[in-house]
C-alpha cells in the first residue's frame, strides 16, 4: 500500500514542478532574432528573456498568435527594432514599457533594416540597456557593464568594415534591399532585385535594368538570404552569367546556423568575407 501511494506522489510532486515551471512568465519578451541576441547580451541570467517570432520565420510577414500576444500583455519590457518593421509589438498594451532600440538611430524613411550596420547596432544596445536599466534598477549597473562589453566586440566588427570604405569598387547587387544602413555607414552602393520586402517580386523591367546595370559595373555576383525566396536571384544570375553568394540579414537563424552557433556576431563577420569578393 505504502509503495502504491509512493509511486502515485512522484507524477504528482513532478505535475507540480512542470505546472510551476509554465506558469513562470518571461519579464522580458523580444521580438526577433538581433533583439533577443542584443538583449540576452545585457541581461544574461539576471531576467527571463522569450523571443517571439521562431527561427526560419520571415519578420517582414510575421503576425503573432494570441497566445503570443498574451505573453507580450503580461510583459515588463518588449524590446523590438522600430515601428515600421513590428507592428504588432507596438500595439501591444502590456504592462511595462516598450523599447524600441532604433529609437535613437538616424533613420532612412521606411527602411527598418538597422541593425544590419555594426554602427547602427551599437546604438540599439545602448538605447536597450539604458531603458532596461530604468525598468530593472538594482542590475542598471550590470547591464552597463555587460552592455560595454558587448559593444566593445561590436567596435571590432564596426572597425573591420570600415576598411571596405577603402575600395574602388563599392557596388553590390542583393536579392532583398536591407543593406542601406551597412551601404551608407560604409561608404557602398547596393542594388536590390527585391524591394524591402523580400517577398515582393520584382518586375520584368526592374530586372533587364539590372542586367544593363551588372554589365556595366562588369559585376559578376548577386547576393541573396537563404531565409527569402531566392528564384529571383537565380534567374537573374543564370541570364547574366553571375555566381550567387549567401549574405546573412539576421532577420532568423536557420537550423543549420542554430547547430553551428552561429549569432549576430558571426553571421555579420561572414557578411563581411561575402562581401570583400566583390568589394574591392
Ligand atoms: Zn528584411
Redesign the pocket.
Known amino acids: 500500500m505504502k509503495k502504491i501511494l509512493m509511486l502515485l506522489a512522484i507524477p504528482a510532486v513532478l505535475l507540480l514542478a512542470g505546472c510551476q515551471k509554465s506558469a513562470s512568465k518571461p519579464e522580458v519578451v523580444t521580438t526577433f532574432e538581433p533583439m533577443y541576441e542584443f538583449t540576452k547580451a545585457i541581461v544574461g541570467d539576471k531576467v527571463d528573456v522569450e523571443n517571439i517570432v521562431p527561427a526560419n520565420q520571415e ?2 510577414e510575421f503576425e503573432p498568435s494570441a497566445k503570443q500576444v498574451a505573453t507580450m500583455t503580461n510583459a515588463e519590457a518588449i524590446v523590438y527594432n522600430s515601428n515600421d518593421l513590428e507592428k504588432w509589438a507596438k500595439k501591444v498594451n502590456n504592462k511595462g514599457i516598450k523599447i524600441e532600440a532604433s529609437k535613437d538611430v538616424d533613420k532612412i524613411s521606411g527602411d ?2 538597422t541593425w544590419i550596420s555594426p554602427k547602427q547596432a551599437i546604438i540599439e544596445v545602448n538605447t536597450i540597456a539604458s531603458e532596461l536599466g530604468k525598468k530593472f534598477p538594482d542590475d542598471k549597473a550590470t547591464f552597463e557593464k555587460n552592455a560595454a562589453s558587448y559593444v566593445a566586440k561590436l567596435k571590432k566588427l564596426d572597425s573591420e568594415f570600415d576598411t571596405l570604405k577603402d575600395a574602388k569598387q563599392k557596388t553590390f547587387i542583393t536579392q ?1 534591399e ?1 543593406f542601406a544602413y551597412l551601404s551608407r555607414d560604409y561608404g557602398l552602393k547596393e542594388i536590390a532585385i527585391a524591394g ?3 517577398e515582393v517580386e520584382p518586375s520584368a523591367s526592374t530586372l533587364a535594368n539590372l542586367k544593363v546595370e551588372m554589365k556595366k559595373a562588369g559585376l559578376k555576383n548577386v547576393y541573396f538570404e537563404g531565409n527569402a525566396n531566392s528564384k529571383i536571384a537565380e534567374t537573374l544570375a543564370k541570364s547574366v552569367g553571375a555566381n550567387l553568394i549567401g549574405i546573412n ?1 539576421v ?1 532568423g537563424l536557420s537550423d543549420e546556423q542554430k547547430k553551428n552557433g552561429d549569432n549576430y556576431l558571426t553571421l555579420m563577420q561572414d557578411n563581411l568575407t561575402a562581401l570583400k569578393k566583390t568589394i574591392k
Open positions: 519578420v517582414h527598418p533594416h532583398h536591407a524591402l520586402d523580400p540579414t532577420e
